[in-house]
């Protein structure tokens, strides 16, 4: 406790006595007058962006993901194609190194080995990072493979209404590439974050990616690449 009988002298803790006369100034204190005070701490983005991952995998989970076996003469040809469709993680995306924070990685396997669960007739499913939070440049993708029995229907439950859960305005329909099927893309406001979210559903898979610190448009300058990237045909 301090001592009411002693004199204090701005800046100095609490019980801090002055000095006596001819004695050594003693130290500087933050918030001093002319004592800047110290910066706080860096805020990591990281714990963020794991609850915007988490919401951005509902978007997956609330469609379906119906995947569901079924022959129809009109579509036979592209059912025994979807049957062979699988997604992998290559090494690098869209320009992006793979994310190998133990953290980032968890989260990964978590969200692929959830998608499978969750669709017991999947063939692949698909979680992973991209790039780097401290370099803005980070990506996720998730996704699920199998027989789509309505690719359009589940490309409107992951873009549409309140089944997405990341707020996504400015929805528009994109060229989905050379595979085939439908996609779009949307900007979204991940927790205060600005990101862009495009999905793709075909008859063999449904794979949504989030671009965080960028907007719709960019992220799907990136779709025909990205789709390239992780859908193969066996």
């Known amino acids: 406790m301090s001592d009411p009988s002693q004199p204090q002298y701005p800046g100095a803790p609490a019980g801090q006595p002055v ?9 500087a204190y933050a918030g001093q007058p002319g004592v ?5 701490p860096k805020k990591s983005k990281a714990g963020r962006i794991i609850l915007i991952v988490i919401a951005a995998v509902l978007v997956l989970c609330l469609g379906g993901a119906a995947v569901t076996f079924f022959l129809v003469r009109d579509t036979v040809g592209e059912v025994i194609e979807a049957t062979q469709t699988r997604l992998v993680a290559p090494d690098t995306l869209a320009g992006r190194e793979l994310n190998t924070d133990p953290t980032f990685q968890g989260l990964a396997e978590e969200v692929a080995t959830g998608l499978a669960a969750d669709v017991p007739e999947s063939t692949s499913s698909i979680g992973a990072f991209y790039g780097d939070i401290e370099q803005e440049n980070l990506v996720m993708i998730a996704g699920v493979s199998g027989v789509m029995a ?11 209404g309140d089944a997405t ?8 329909d994109v060229d989905a590439g050379p595979k085939g099927g439908s996609a779009r893309c949307g900007d979204a406001d991940l927790e205060g974050i600005p990101g862009g979210v495009c999905v793709w559903a075909s008859r063999g898979a449904l794979v949504m990616y989030v671009f965080y ?3 719709g448009e960019e992220a799907a300058g990136s779709l025909v690449e990205i789709r390239d990237a992780v859908e193969q045909t066996s």
Do not use: H
Request: aromatic share 2%.
């Open 19 to 27: 000095p006596p006369a001819g004695a050594a100034p003693g130290p």
């Open 150 to 160: 309505d690719p359009d229907q589940e490309l409107a439950d992951a873009t549409e």
């Open 165 to 172: 859960g990341l707020g996504m305005t400015n929805v528009t």
């Open 36 to 40: 800047p005070m110290a910066p706080p």
């Open 213 to 215: 610190f960028s907007t």
